[in-house]
């Protein structure tokens, strides 16, 4: 089955601790992103990458870091500079070329900083 | 700039009552018009789309239309059933790999 995995669903963290959220996915995508969401908020965007090697910022990228080492895997880490990681965090993936416009989600990773 | 605004929730509804969630955009350019559903504590998944002006997306009775003379993209359901109840999203693509997002529109439909 073709998909995106994250994991994990859960995660409770000390405050000041850096943590690091897994997103997989195999559908041969190029694109992949980070989302924010909290509640009674819409998806906010943290990072995105187009490709492997390259990533750019969102518009809440501040506090967060991202790799693209591998087209499969987009990680992201959340450091303790970032205010108020308390969140739900989505993943997704698009294809590449101009009919290609759809996102697919992952599961997402509840985060909970203590 | 590039942005969604929809009707704001929470939407309590009867089984078998009349949807409509209302979504405007603003865009540079033609966007790509997208309905997301989001179940309790699952990621998003597509509903429906339209990629231009007047195109209709449909799926599992939900539809919306692309009205670009009104910068509208309005989700409806002529009966809902309890287990249409999520959060529904309105997003948009422009040119590029950049999606824009609205709040989101949570629905409950009880028996």
């Known amino acids: 089955d073709g998909g995106i995995t994250q994991s994990p669903k859960y995660l409770f963290r000390k405050e000041g601790q850096n943590v690091t959220l897994s997103c997989e996915q195999n559908?041969?995508?190029?694109?992949m992103y980070w989302y924010r969401q909290d509640p009674g908020q819409g998806l906010r965007l943290i990072y995105y990458s187009q490709i492997v090697n390259d990533f750019q910022k969102g518009d809440i990228a501040e506090g967060y870091s991202v790799s693209r080492e591998k087209k499969e895997s987009f990680p992201l880490t959340v450091t303790s500079a970032q205010k108020n990681p308390t969140a739900f965090y989505l993943c997704?993936?698009?294809?590449?070329?101009?009919?290609?416009?759809?996102?697919?989600f992952g599961p997402g990773t509840r985060l909970t900083v203590l | 700039g590039n942005s969604v605004t929809q009707m704001e929730g929470p939407v309590t509804l009867s089984e078998e009552a009349f949807l409509t969630i209302n979504c405007t955009y603003t865009?540079?350019?033609?966007?790509?018009l997208f309905w997301y559903v989001q179940y309790p504590g699952e990621g998003l998944q597509l509903l429906l789309k339209a990629t231009k002006a007047d195109d209709k997306g449909s799926n599992k009775g939900f539809e919306a239309t692309y009205r670009k003379e009104t910068t509208s993209f309005h989700l409806e359901k002529g009966s809902v059933q309890v287990s249409d109840s999520a959060v529904y999203f309105c997003a948009l693509k422009i040119t590029g790999n950049q999606f824009y997002f609205g709040t989101g529109t949570s629905l409950t439909v009880i028996p």
């Open positions: 559908l041969n995508h190029d694109a």
């Open positions: 997704a993936s698009k294809a590449s070329g101009r009919t290609a416009d759809t996102q697919y």
């Open positions: 865009a540079t350019g033609y966007p790509s």
